[in-house]
């Protein structure tokens, strides 16, 4: 009996070990997945901004390639991809950004990428206030 004494406590700390690295894993993939739902709406919202810039009605006259960027920016993401031309009635954006892991060593320096299309009615870009 005497030989097998602390026997439990080494179950004990490999069992708290190995839930310790699970739980710094699921954290971790839980951050990728929260990186990739802002990098979606990142990149859903740049694209907005790249064809509402275009709408003579709202008055805005900048380039749709500046909004898209500002917008990904404002956003925590880096606008990578812009095909959103003057006067074109619809623009595709791509934008990435880095998560933040912790645990995952291996994913740090990759970076999520989302990409997202937006169109506007053409009847948006003749459109002319009267008043």
Do not use: H
């Not at 030989?3 to 069992?15: F, K």
């Not at 990904?72 to 595709?92: F, I």
């Amino acid at each position: 009996m005497r030989a097998e004494r602390g026997a439990v406590t080494i179950v004990a700390v490999t069992g708290a070990l190995v839930l310790c690295v699970g739980a710094l894993g699921a954290a971790d993939l839980g951050a990728m997945l929260f990186a990739r739902a802002r990098a979606q709406s990142a990149a859903d919202a740049a694209a907005l901004a790249a064809v509402t810039a275009q709408a003579p009605v709202l008055q805005r006259g900048i380039d749709p390639e500046q909004a898209a960027r500002e917008e990904a920016e404002s956003n925590g993401a880096v606008l990578t991809r812009c095909d959103c031309q003057v006067g074109a009635t619809q623009a595709t954006v791509e934008v990435s950004l880095s998560p933040r892991l912790s645990f995952l060593s291996g994913w740090f320096g990759r970076r999520v990428r989302a990409s997202a299309r937006a169109a506007l009615d053409p009847d948006v870009l003749t459109y002319k206030d009267d008043g």
